[in-house]
């Protein structure tokens, strides 16, 4: 199979994913084969691929994967051949410690991430436990898809653990793949949204969305927030969106690593009177099982960028540079 490879740890503008041929991967007993037929481009595998995060290497990256089932391990029951599935960055984690216990198998001490410790989608095929595999909503297209399953998934955790209710005011900081989903989540729950990007594209998207009010990352909102989502990947937002909270709200923020660090803040200006902050780690089975049905309800609409596989290079620099209009997506060739 093809698939593009992450072997050393580089900045993208180096363009380091190499497209290799490797041997088609065999499922375990419990496992499923997919031929991957979308998968989308995450802030995430900057990460990686820069060395904020350390990824096993060589590795396939890519932890929003929509294929079909291809073929079955020896004892797996779950899917039929044909069935349309998603694959996302929970890859597994052991049930048994005591966060899996808890039901935050997010924070299992042996969580292992898709395209991150096991091969991903950025191939044209992936095996997957069945237990770890979704089954995608007729209504969305393969690309539309691909998105949910990180951008919109964690996106919704975001926002259950926001705290926020009907009627009250969200801010958006960094208005990319996740934020264009998350404002279509936001708005059907009746809250107010407010977004702040420095990208006229991105305002304009935000407006199109339903935004209430946009503006540059420092610009005064009209109203303070309850709650605030931080999808940005620099240090300096944490203080303007704490800046902006109101009183007892809560920040929370969406990213694996700030690329700088966050600024000194006062304590009495910026932190006191009850605010919260709090960050999203990963994500659980439960928030994509929950998510995908909603999702179609809703219905939420990606907009989507698509790049072919051999292009995955380009995606990430753009995505990098700001310039993707909601999420990219990659095609897998046949
Ligand atoms: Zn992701
Ligand atoms: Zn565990």
């Not at 890859?91 to 966060?99: D, H, I, L, P």
């Not at 975001?158 to 996740?178: H, I, P």
């Not at 990606?302 to 993707?324: C, H």
């Amino acid at each position: 199979m093809k698939a593009m490879v992450l072997k050393e740890v580089l900045p993208i503008e180096k363009e380091p994913l190499e497209m290799i041929d490797l041997p088609d991967p065999a499922p375990g007993p419990k496992e499923i084969l997919v031929k991957v037929c979308a998968c989308g481009v995450c802030h995430t595998e900057l990460d990686e691929i820069e060395g904020r995060i350390q990824p096993r290497l060589p590795i396939v990256l890519g932890h929003e994967v929509v294929g079909k089932v291809k073929s079955l391990g020896s004892e797996s029951r779950k899917f039929n051949l044909g069935d349309r599935v998603g694959i996302a960055w929970i890859n597994s984690a052991c049930g048994k410690c005591y966060f899996c216990q808890k039901g935050n198998e997010n924070l299992c001490r042996e969580f292992k991430a898709t395209g991150c410790h096991v091969n991903g989608g950025y191939a044209q095929y992936t095996v997957v436990s069945e237990d770890f595999a979704y089954l995608i909503p007729e209504r969305f297209s393969d690309s539309e898809a691909a998105p949910l399953l990180c951008a919109g998934a964690i996106g919704y955790r975001d926002l259950r653990l926001s705290g926020m209710k009907s009627g009250q005011t969200l801010g958006l900081f960094g208005f990319g793949a996740s934020a264009h989903i998350v404002i279509q989540l936001a708005k059907y729950w009746g809250y107010e949204v407010f977004v702040f990007t420095r990208s006229e594209e991105h305002r304009n998207l935000a407006k199109k969305l339903g935004a209430s009010w946009t503006g540059g990352s420092d610009d005064e909102p009209p109203k303070k927030l309850h709650c605030a989502i931080d999808f940005t990947p620099v240090g300096e937002t944490v203080p303007t969106a704490l800046k902006f909270l109101e009183k007892g709200g809560r920040l929370v923020i969406a990213v694996i690593r700030k690329r700088n660090p966050i600024p000194p803040m006062d304590y009495a200006q910026l932190l006191w009177e009850e605010k919260e902050m709090k960050s999203v780690a990963n994500i659980t089975r439960e928030d994509v099982q929950d998510f995908l049905p909603l999702a179609a309800k809703i219905p939420i609409i990606s907009e989507v960028q698509e790049f072919e596989l051999r292009e995955a290079n380009k995606a990430l620099i753009l995505l990098k540079q700001g310039k993707i209009q909601g999420a990219g997506v990659l095609r897998m060739p046949d």
